[in-house]
Nanobody, 122 residues
Framework: VQLQASGGGSVQPGGSLRLSCAAS????????VGWFRQAPGKAREWVGC????????YYRESVKGRFTISRGSTKDTVDFQLTSLKPEDTAVYSC????????????????WGKGTQVTVSS
């Protein structure tokens, strides 16, 4: 199983980015998929996730209303729309899944993609 996050970049505060998570060896269309981020010098933190059951999404409080997770238009991809970005959103963003991972739980993740850097700076 391999995951790959992409779409990161550098934007000014208030800007937007669209991240994507693609997988091989596992079907993301039928998996719970989570997004985490890790800023320099800080612990990795859960940002949000999507359930395959009914498409329910969950987010950490600080990103609610700004970030949106959705199923991608391409098979086995998950998109992560980041809007109204703030400097404190700067981090490496990674997607994760696992056979025992159930959104919005924080455990059971088995597979991690190489992250993508998001930098928000003026």
């Amino acid at each position: 199983v391999q995951l790959q996050a992409s779409g990161g970049g550098s934007v000014q505060p208030g800007g937007s980015l669209r991240l994507s998570c693609a997988a091989s060896g596992i079907s993301l269309d039928y998996s719970h998929v989570g997004w985490f981020r890790q800023a320099p010098g800080k612990a990795r933190e859960w940002v949000g996730c999507i359930s395959p059951v009914d498409g329910s999404t969950y987010y950490r409080e600080s990103v609610k209303g700004r970030f949106t997770i959705s199923r991608g238009s391409t098979k086995d991809t998950v998109d992560f729309q980041l809007t109204s970005l703030k400097p404190e959103d700067t981090a490496v963003y990674s997607c994760t899944t696992g056979y025992y991972y159930h959104c919005p739980g924080k455990g059971g993740m088995e597979f991690w993609g190489k992250g993508t850097q998001v930098t928000v700076s003026s």
